[in-house]
C-alpha cells in the first residue's frame, strides 16, 4: 500500500468512522477495487490531507456539492462524517438552506430528506449532542 493511500485510509476512518470504512473496503470486488484505491489516495489521501481548510469546514462544502450533484447515498455517508467532525445539524442545515437558489427545489428536498435520516439517527446515538 502507498503511503497516500494509506494516510487516505486513517484519514477517511478518522471522519467516516472504522464500520463505515470497513463495509465500503468489504463491499469491493475486483471490478471496482481501483476505483475504492484512487477515491482513498486522491480524495482523502490528497485533498483531504491538506491543512488550508479545517476538517468541518471540508465537510460542509462536501455536504453542499454532494447535494447538488443529487447523491444521497454518498450525502448521507458525510452528513454523518461532517458530525463527527464537530459540526453542528444546525451548520448543517443552514449549508443545505444556503444551496436552495443555486441546485433548485428537487435536489434540495432530496438533499434534506437524506440529511435528515442521518441527523435524527445521529441525535438518537449521541442525545449529549442534541
Not at 443529487?70 to 448521507?76: A, G, R
Request: charged letters at 25%; proline letters at 6%; a negative charge.
Amino acid at each position: 500500500m502507498n503511503q497516500r493511500r494509506q494516510r487516505g485510509e486513517e484519514i477517511r476512518r478518522q471522519v467516516m468512522s472504522d464500520p463505515f470504512v470497513d463495509r465500503a473496503l468489504n463491499n469491493t470486488s475486483e471490478f471496482d477495487q481501483p476505483l475504492q484505491e484512487l477515491v482513498m489516495e486522491t480524495a482523502w489521501g490528497t485533498v483531504w490531507d491538506r491543512d488550508d481548510l479545517p476538517r468541518p469546514t471540508r465537510s460542509l462544502i462536501t455536504i453542499a456539492m454532494l447535494a447538488a450533484m443529487k447523491c444521497p447515498n454518498e450525502l448521507k455517508g458525510h452528513v454523518r462524517g461532517a458530525l463527527r467532525n464537530g459540526c453542528s445539524a444546525e451548520e448543517i442545515r443552514a449549508v443545505l438552506l444556503h444551496a436552495v437558489p443555486y441546485i433548485g427545489a428537487p435536489a434540495s428536498l432530496e438533499a434534506f430528506r437524506a440529511a435528515r435520516e442521518v441527523v435524527e439517527q445521529w441525535q438518537g446515538e449521541n442525545p449529549a449532542d442534541t
